[in-house]
């Protein structure tokens, strides 16, 4: 089992910049899956992005461009970089864990990870 605690949510401006932690312990996230999903109130959990255990990315079509998804250098944390923030990007940020088997096309599948974070919300507006 993997616990995650993610950290660095708040208020920004569209246009903004935020960078989201997720520190992670019980497991080196270079062997894991580990990626990021969001959710608004009466919508489903949406995929973000996800670092697979090999360090190659994968972004959800509406953030390629404006995130990053990467390791912290010398630490077992996820980092998560977004940039030209947008009202829609407005959600609970959680942070997930999943195992290295999974393949590609099931990345995005929110069934796939196995252990998640307790969230922290991100609010953009002016």
């Known amino acids: 089992q993997v616990q995650l605690a993610e950290t660095g949510g708040g208020l920004v401006q569209p246009g903004g910049s935020l960078r989201l932690s997720c520190a992670a312990s019980?497991?080196?996230?270079?062997?894991?899956?580990m990626a990021w999903f969001r959710q608004v109130p009466g919508k489903e959990r949406e995929f973000v992005a996800v670092?697979?255990?090999?360090?190659?990315?994968i972004f959800a079509d509406i953030v390629r461009g404006r995130f990053t998804i990467s390791k912290v250098n010398g630490e077992n944390t996820l980092s998560l970089q977004m940039s030209n923030l947008k009202p829609e990007d407005t959600a609970v940020y959680y942070c997930?864990?999943?195992?290295?088997?999974?393949?590609?096309?099931?990345?995005?599948?929110?069934?796939?990870?196995?252990?998640w974070g307790q969230g922290t919300q991100v609010t953009v507006s002016s």
């Open positions: 670092r697979r255990w090999s360090g190659t990315t």
């Open positions: 997930a864990a999943g195992r290295r088997s999974t393949i590609t096309s099931e990345l995005r599948n929110i069934a796939r990870y196995d252990d």
């Open positions: 019980g497991r080196n996230i270079n062997e894991i899956n």
